[in-house]
Structure formats: structure tokens, C-alpha cells
């Protein structure tokens, strides 16, 4: 895969393209209720995709229900299309997810996974969108 160009927008571009929902929490690093979001349960196979700039960054495959409230995954479909940023707002101490590619907020990164690396991807369901796998 070629790494996607990168995407700057001003705020008004942002405001106009995202749902005022989408904007806080891609844009203003907001965060959804948990067991709200379109994603949470979803079991479908396909690809989650940023819903800002439509990078590819999580498949089904390494999705799991960690109870937590918001879709989890074990790793991004490559890690160069995250980046990952010291987070020390609310008087903790974590490590935040944002796209590569435009910079948008996705949710944070914690050391309690199932899979080998012992990764949870946590994300925002609405900072995603999903590309529904077609049979074959």
C-alpha cells in the first residue's frame, strides 16, 4: 500500500466535510459515550477507515470486544498510517491514536490487549467510517 498523501484542511473545510460530532471529536479531540457508536458492535468483516480522510487503519480481523464500550482493535492495518502523542489532559497520563494522514483525533492506545503485541486500540466509532469486505 502507498502511504496516503497528507491532508490539511482549515477549520472551515473541516466544519463543512465532518457532522458536528465527527468535528468534536476528530477535530477537538473529543471523545463519544461509550456503547454508543455505530462501530461498537459491529461484526461485519471489512476495513475501518478514518472518517476524515478515509485512510485505511483497522481491519475486522483484529477487532475484539474488550467490554470497554468502544470498538478495540489488537493493530492498525500498518502502523505508519497512526501516530501516536503523549496525552496529559484529565489528569492522566495516556497515549493518544491520531491519523497520520490528516491528524484527526481516533482515541488512545492501552497495554491490556489479547494479541501477541498486548496492544487495545480504543477508537471513536465516529471518528471512523467502514468498507464493508464484498464476498468473494
Request: hydrophobic content about 25%.
Amino acid at each position: 500500500m502507498d502511504k496516503p498523501q497528507k491532508v490539511n484542511k482549515t477549520d472551515k473545510e473541516w466544519k463543512a466535510q465532518l457532522t458536528d460530532e465527527q468535528y468534536r471529536v476528530l477535530r477537538q479531540s473529543g471523545t463519544e459515550r461509550p456503547f454508543t457508536g455505530q462501530f461498537y458492535l459491529n461484526k461485519e468483516d471489512g476495513m475501518y477507515i478514518c472518517a476524515g480522510c478515509e485512510t485505511p487503519l483497522f481491519s475486522s480481523e483484529t477487532k475484539f470486544d474488550s467490554g470497554c464500550g468502544w470498538p478495540s482493535f489488537m493493530e492498525p492495518v500498518q502502523s505508519e498510517n497512526v501516530k501516536e502523542v503523549l496525552d496529559k489532559s484529565h489528569g492522566m497520563i495516556r497515549t493518544e491514536i491520531r491519523c497520520a494522514t490528516c491528524d484527526g483525533h481516533l482515541g488512545h492506545v492501552f497495554n491490556d490487549g489479547p494479541g501477541a503485541n498486548g496492544l487495545r486500540y480504543c477508537i471513536n466509532s465516529v471518528s471512523l467510517g467502514f468498507n464493508k469486505k464484498e464476498d468473494e
